[in-house]
């Protein structure tokens, strides 16, 4: 006869074996709803900040965060802006498409709510540009909720007033944003009343508030507080380091020691008030437990205001399409995808973010029509990337297209004038190999004319 010891013993081991099973089963689950959560996005988008204006290219500048940042992650070394000035730059990198086709050859300087389009004075073909990012454009935050996405938005919008905010634009929460394409001053009081029409930078702050630092808090308050299931994309666009140059008071004496005078030495504080920035963001990814599970993304609208030496030209003088005005900063930092101390010299536009942000969001390729953007996927993971033309057009002085295949950047003038350049060679483009019987030359020139008749408007 079986004792009721040895029963209750038999009943003990199977509920014990019962636990550790669906425990096993549950951590099991744990793991793998953790392995397929979506992961979070920071798309962090800095205004005139140059490619050389960094740490790791520039000793003059103090980085450690967006140096870490760089070390941790993928450096794209040739990223270039297709339309490099501030409001077809955001339109760009909004949508995929080159701005050109949006009628967005130029940054936006009327009121939408009055004229559609602006001319600008000194541009010799007098071309029409948009104010306003049309509302039937589809931006990445409207195609993100078909992902599950939470969309919030920081800071410089310049894409139109009140009726084209990025509330309009698929964005669920906004902060910062202005009728300003830039502040009258970095410290409080930032605008003037006409420009901050729902009071966003008024409220609440006081003088000695330094807008970057203001900003940044309501970022990282944003990731601290953050308590949906969804996945997020806080999309973090600095007004900072666009004029007027007024570095925090405290850094300005560090820079002007370096040998940095006037307005450069005011410069060199803001780029480090942005680092410490990215910084914090990070810190406050970390202490919320989801920085192995966010991608970073950090890139500049157009060239620097400033020395981007080696790199020739700028936003200012009349050569924007050189190296120093359409190259720009790029890192991608993709925990357990981007491989560390990883840099790419693969040429790259800022209207690839949105196919690789889809990419990011829903797990498989992005194959949306009509942009002209292409998901960097393939290099993030180290796979074949197929090569590509890169064009580039903006209508404010004789300078006005451009293209780059590989090794080569042709660019072009309304005056008729042609410029050839092998920038991995020629890096500063002070050899000009135009008429020099290369083929290239004339492979070039007739691609950009294809492209002109399919891609600019006719007005």
Known sequence: MISKKTILT????????LFITCKGQGEKQVSTNKENKKPNIVLLFVDDWGWADVGYRNPLFETPNIDQLKSDGLDFNRAYIPTPTCSPSR????????SVRMEMPRHISGNPEVEKYNLWPKDP???????YLPLEEVTYAERLKEYGYYNAFIGKWHLGHQAHFPDKQGFDEVYGTTNAGHPKNYYYPFFKQEDDPKGFLKSGLKEGDYLTEVLTNKATDFIKNYDKQDPFMLSFWYYTVHGPSI?????????????????????GAMVETLDKSVGKVRKALEEKGIADNTVIILISDQG????NAPLSGGKKGGNTLGEGGARVPFIVYYPGVTKPKSVTEIPVQS??????????????????????GKSLMPIIKEQKFESRKLFFFRSYEDQYAAVIDGDWKLIKYHSGKF?????????????????????????????????????????
């Open 91 to 98: 339109a760009a990198i909004l949508t995929g498409k080159e």
């Open 247 to 267: 570095g925090k008071k405290e850094l300005l004496k560090k820079y002007q020691d370096k040998g940095m005078e006037g307005k450069y030495a005011h410069h």
């Open 351 to 372: 209207i690839d973010l949105y196919p690789t942000i889809m990419e990011i969001a829903s797990g498989r390729k992005f194959d949306g029509d009509g942009i002209q």
């Open 419 to 459: 410029q050839l350049f092998n920038v991995t060679k020629d890096i500063s483009e002070k050899n000009d190999l135009i008429g020099k019987g290369l083929e290239i030359e004339e492979t070039l020139k007739i691609a950009i004319a294809n492209w002109e008749k399919e891609a600019v408007p006719v007005y």
């Open 10 to 17: 038999a009943f003990v081991a199977f509920v014990a074996m």
């Open 304 to 307: 620097g205001a400033y020395s």
């Open 125 to 131: 073909v007098q071309m029409p540009s948009i104010n």
